[in-house]
């Protein structure tokens, strides 16, 4: 099964791809999460990425395309796949399509987690991230058991250095520009499904496995 997430930043993308991967067993790949583990292990790569990353822009297609690619070929996606931040243009996506049309294989879900701009800026400035691992929380809705301090790995939490207000702004924009389009493109293809996603986290969870069964 081979799954892309869409929705603006913050509307929940990352926390339903991960639920997903662990219940279909499919990796769950996020740019952004290659983005972040690269600027933090100082590659080339990463420091590039973070120019684009910290006002809020996109990183070039040709650049996220490539590592993307990469990374749908490798031995653990011949059972599908959850792609959460990417496609996130109409060329990534076209990229995207053409190189499943190679394999003959497509896109089986565009899962759009519907969430107004209103209710972003909010969760944003309340999300904390582990340097190490990756996991998500919420200061509100899904604390750590100790303050500052990933349940999971036990490494350090931090605020993004692009969830501050006015760089959350400018992804809202970056969003509607050039990513909300990909909601027309994949319902011309007849794979697109909406979800509330200002909801109960494990709601909008029970609302995406109805839709893939
Ligand atoms: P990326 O990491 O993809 O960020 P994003 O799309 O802006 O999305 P987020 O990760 O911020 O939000 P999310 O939807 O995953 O929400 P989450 O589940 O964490 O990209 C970052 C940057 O990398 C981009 O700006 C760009 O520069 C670059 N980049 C990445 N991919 C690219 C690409 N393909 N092309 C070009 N550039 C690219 O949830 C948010 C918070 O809300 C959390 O705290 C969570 O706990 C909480 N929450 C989640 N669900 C609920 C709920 N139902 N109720 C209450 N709280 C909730
Ligand atoms: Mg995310």
Sequence with gaps: MKIVMLGAPGAGKGTQAKMI????????????DIFRANIKNGTELG???????????LVPDELTVRILLDRVVKADCTNGYVL???PRTIPQAEVLDAKLSEMNEKIDYAINVDVPDENIVRRMSG?????????????????????GICDKCGNELILRDDDKEETVKNRLKVYHDQTQPLIDFYTAKGVLKSVDGTVDMMDVFKAITDILG
Excluded: W
Aim: proline content about 6%.
């Design 47 to 57: 420091k590039e990425a973070k120019t684009y990353m910290d006002q809020g822009a």
């Design 127 to 147: 999300r904390r991230a582990c340097v190490n691992c990756g996991a998500t929380y919420h200061l509100v809705h899904v604390p750590p058991k100790k303050e």
């Design 21 to 32: 991967a662990d219940k279909y067993e499919i990796p769950h790949i996020s740019t952004g």
């Design 84 to 86: 959460d931040g990417f």
